[in-house]
């Protein structure tokens, strides 16, 4: 069988605010609204990767269920911008050898916890 062709890919969450939701991933980390829908928006993180948030979806207790890993080669200049911003970082930037990444985590209006982080060796 021939492979079947994947063109994008979405992962959709709860959101229990969604203009405290807008705010964080446009205003904060700077990732363009893709579509508003009446109880859905869709962010664009990537080329043809997006995240959405949607009131309908059952959310999840908050802490670490759900990671959202922002992969970028810039780790230590995210972290000055979203401490500039104020923003509820967990951590500074560290080196974690067991998983070869440095990153740290930022949680969003709804809880969950945003990783910026890069690989000692790309994918």
């Known amino acids: 069988m ?3 062709e994947i063109n994008q890919q979405i992962t959709f969450l709860h959101a229990s605010n969604l203009e405290e939701t ?3 991933y446009t205003d904060v980390l700077g ?3 893709a579509r508003e829908q009446s109880t859905c928006l869709i ?5 043809e990767a997006y995240l959405g948030f949607c009131e309908h979806i059952e959310s999840i207790e908050p802490g670490r269920k759900v990671i959202l890993t922002l992969v970028s080669k810039d780790v230590d200049g995210w972290y000055a911008a ?3 911003k104020g923003e509820n970082i967990v951590n500074p930037p560290i ?4 998983y070869g990444i440095y990153h740290f985590f ?6 969950y916890w945003v990783e910026i982080q890069r690989f000692d060796q790309p994918l």
Request: charged share 20%.
């Open 2 to 4: 021939p492979a079947l």
């Open 22 to 24: 807008r705010r964080f």
């Open 31 to 33: 990732l363009p609204l």
């Open 43 to 47: 962010f664009k993180v990537t080329r």
């Open 82 to 84: 979203l401490q500039a």
């Open 95 to 98: 080196h974690n050898p067991r």
């Open 106 to 111: 930022i949680i969003d209006p709804n809880g």
